[in-house]
C-alpha cells in the first residue's frame, strides 16, 4: 500500500537535478528499511507515477526519510517537470514501499560502479554500502560537464582516490567503454545510465559469464526488429479469456476486462506488473527480469511482454 509523506527538503544537487526528502506525514508511522540499489514509485501531484532510486543505504533500521534526487528531462512527460516546478516543501504525495530490482551481489568483493548522469543516483547507494562492507570498490561517474554531477562532493569525500570522473565537454566526447572495461580485473560492474553508455557496456562485456554485469536502465531497451502478433490470454482465477491484439499490451486487455492489476511505469522498467505465468510461452521485452528469470518463462512484465506463440495463461 501507498505511503503518504511529506516532502521535507528540496536541495539543488547539480545543474537541473534535484534531491527530495520524503518523511512521513503521520509521525507516528515508520518507513520501511532498504538495501542499496532500491527505488520508489512516486505517485505525482499530476496523477502520474514516476520510480526514482533511493540514494540510501538503510537495510536495517528504519529510515527518518526517503531521499531521491531527480534531473529536469527536456523531454519529460510530466515526471520531471512536476518533481521540480511542483513539489515543495511541505507538498504531500503517496510513495510506495521500496522495491529492489537492481540488488548488489554480496559475493562481489571487486566492484566497478558506472555511473551516466543521473544515474548515479543509485550507485551511490552502493558506493555507501561497499565501502561499510569493506569491499574494493571503485566508480567512474560520467557526465556531460562537472556541473551535472549530483552527489560529487559527498562520492569525493566516500572514495577518494577510487573515483574517477569524465566530463564529456572537457574529454572531447564520451567515455570509451570498451577501453574501461577490456582489463575485466572485477567480480561484478553496476551501471545506470543513458542507453548508448549502457548499450556499449553490454557489447564491452558481451564474453563476460553471466551474472558479472548488472545494469538498471532509464528508458526501455527496443528491439527494431520485434514483431507483435495477436494471440490469446486467460485469466485462471478470474475465468475469463480475451484476444490481445497486435497493437495492444496484455495489461490493456485486462484492464478493459475490469481485472485490477497493479502497474506504474508501462515500459516494463520498474516490475510492478509482475504477473505469474501458469503455461505458454513467454516473449519477454521487459529490462527488469535478468536472462536466468527470463529462461524460467515463469513470470512476465504484463505491459510489455508478449507470447511467443500461442495461448498464455496467466495466475490472474
Not at 534531473?71 to 529492489?100: E, F, I, M
Not at 527496443?222 to 496484455?250: M, N
Not at 504484463?302 to 495466475?315: I, P, Q
Request: include cysteine; aromatic fraction near 4%.
Amino acid at each position: 500500500m501507498p505511503v503518504s509523506v511529506k516532502v521535507v527538503g528540496k536541495f539543488a544537487m547539480a545543474r537541473d537535478v534535484v534531491a527530495l526528502r520524503l518523511a512521513p506525514q503521520d509521525s507516528t508511522q515508520k518507513l520501511e528499511a532498504f538495501p542499496a540499489g532500491s527505488h520508489l514509485d512516486l505517485h505525482l501531484p499530476n496523477g502520474i507515477i514516476r520510480q526514482y532510486s533511493l540514494t540510501q543505504h538503510n537495510p536495517q533500521s528504519a529510515p527518518a526519510y526517503y531521499e531521491v534526487a531527480v534531473a529536469r528531462d527536456a523531454k519529460s512527460r510530466g515526471g520531471s517537470t512536476a518533481v521540480h516546478d511542483t513539489l515543495r516543501v511541505g507538498s504531500l504525495l503517496q510513495v510506495s514501499a521500496p522495491r529492489n530490482l537492481f540488488a548488489l551481489d554480496p559475493a562481489h568483493r571487486q566492484v566497478l560502479l558506472l555511473a551516466g548522469g543521473i544515474g548515479v543516483t543509485p550507485l551511490y547507494a552502493m558506493a555507501q554500502a561497499l565501502v561499510a562492507s569493506g569491499a574494493d570498490v571503485e566508480m567512474v561517474f560520467c557526465a556531460r560537464s562537472v556541473s551535472r554531477m549530483a552527489y560529487l562532493d559527498e562520492l569525493k569525500q566516500l572514495l577518494g582516490p577510487r573515483l574517477r570522473l569524465h566530463a564529456d565537454d572537457e574529454a572531447g566526447g564520451p567515455l570509451d567503454v570498451a577501453q574501461l572495461l577490456a582489463e575485466h580485473k572485477w567480480q561484478g560492474v553496476y551501471a545506470c545510465g543513458p542507453a548508448p553508455m549502457l548499450d556499449a557496456i553490454q557489447a564491452a562485456t558481451a564474453s563476460w559469464p553471466a551474472g558479472q554485469v548488472h545494469m538498471e536502465r532509464f528508458t526501455a531497451s527496443v528491439d527494431p526488429d520485434a514483431v507483435s502478433e495477436a494471440f490469446e490470454v486467460e485469466l485462471s482465477a478470474s475465468g475469463l479469456s480475451a484476444e490481445v491484439q497486435a497493437h495492444e499490451s496484455i495489461l490493456d486487455v485486462i484492464e478493459r476486462l475490469g481485472v485490477a492489476h497493479p502497474y506504474a511505469c508501462r515500459e516494463g522498467l520498474c516490475g510492478t506488473c509482475e504477473c505469474k505465468v501458469l503455461s505458454g510461452a513467454i516473449d519477454h521485452r521487459c529490462s527488469v527480469l535478468t536472462q536466468a528469470e527470463k529462461d524460467t518463462q515463469s513470470s512476465m512484465m504484463l505491459c510489455v511482454s508478449r507470447s511467443a506463440g500461442g495461448k498464455l495463461v496467466l495466475e490472474l
